[in-house]
């Protein structure tokens, strides 16, 4: 391991103790522009000025407030209320742990059938002259109808044994097979799990399972090593932003990557015994 990789965990594992996700409980708020707007995160409200807001403060599982974001007619779309903590740029925030998961309490009421509200979480440091340097993910879409508020835990799968400097959390009530105005998601009490210790240990295959071939410009193929086939391909940003959702069927599924920007980006492939792969793709 060379020098720097060896003084960036060491400062990691030195300020670990003093890191934490801002405003995890959407405790703060402020005022911009005509609605309140949780401090340390960035709404889509700004799109829905002189309308009703697609994320807004409402009382709380712990403490007095929690996030609620619903899903609105704007200016007559669907829309799904967006929410990620920092800027939209991919701005995080300092996070110098190997978490296992982001976990959490959430409400969920759709308003269709098909209708998912999505986490997910990325985590990364920064190298001089090479950029942003993604190690670890997680995704999780919730769909089931929950009244009461309810624990969840989205796993972080590591695709290295690197220590981040940031995290970056990303929302959205609505990323099913339908988009539906007046879907509800809530969300409090964010919190990251113990440290993870190893590789990919959340239960899921290594990237030695999954081969992804470049065909060129822009085009790959994601293919099955062993006897396994493939039941769906899902391509998130290296922020954990959703991409692409792709059915398949049998040992390959083709990427179209041509109207996407030069970058790392997460594969996730999912197979047919119910196991997930996860790997990266650089474009």
């Not at 799109?47 to 929690?66: N, S, T």
């Not at 991409?243 to 492939?269: E, F, H």
């Amino acid at each position: 391991m060379n020098g720097y990789y060896s003084l960036l965990i060491a400062l990691s594992l030195a300020s670990s103790a003093f890191a934490q996700i801002p405003n995890a409980g959407f405790e703060e708020w402020s005022t911009a522009g005509s609605f309140l707007e949780p401090d340390d995160w960035t709404t889509l409200n700004s799109i829905v000025q002189g309308g009703q807001p697609l994320a807004e403060r409402v009382p709380g599982a712990q403490g007095a407030y929690a996030l609620k974001m619903t899903t609105r007619a704007v200016f007559g779309t669907p829309t799904a209320s967006g929410v990620t903590s920092g800027l939209f740029d991919g701005t995080g925030f300092p996070w110098t742990e190997r978490s296992a998961a982001l976990e959490g309490l959430l409400r969920f009421n759709p308003a269709a059938e098909g209708e998912a509200c999505a986490i997910a979480v990325s985590l990364s440091h920064w190298v001089p002259g090479v950029g942003r340097v993604y190690h670890g993910a997680g995704y999780l879409e919730w769909n089931e109808e929950t009244a009461a508020w309810t624990g969840f835990s989205v796993p972080i799968t590591y695709s290295d044994e690197f220590a981040p400097d940031s995290a970056k959390i990303i929302l959205s009530s609505s990323t099913g097979a339908a988009v539906v105005a007046g879907t509800e998601f809530q969300l409090d009490a964010l919190t990251f799990a113990e440290p993870a210790t190893a590789v990919a240990e959340d239960q899921v295959r290594t990237n030695g399972s999954v081969r992804i071939h470049t065909l060129g410009e822009g085009r790959y193929e994601v293919r099955i090593a062993d006897r396994d086939e493939l039941a769906q391909v899902t391509l998130l940003s290296a922020a954990g932003e959703l991409l692409q959702r792709l059915p398949a069927k049998g040992r390959s599924r083709w990427l179209d990557l041509t109207g996407c920007a030069s970058g790392v980006y997460i594969v996730l492939v999912d197979l047919a015994d119910g196991a997930r792969v996860v790997t990266r793709l650089v474009n």
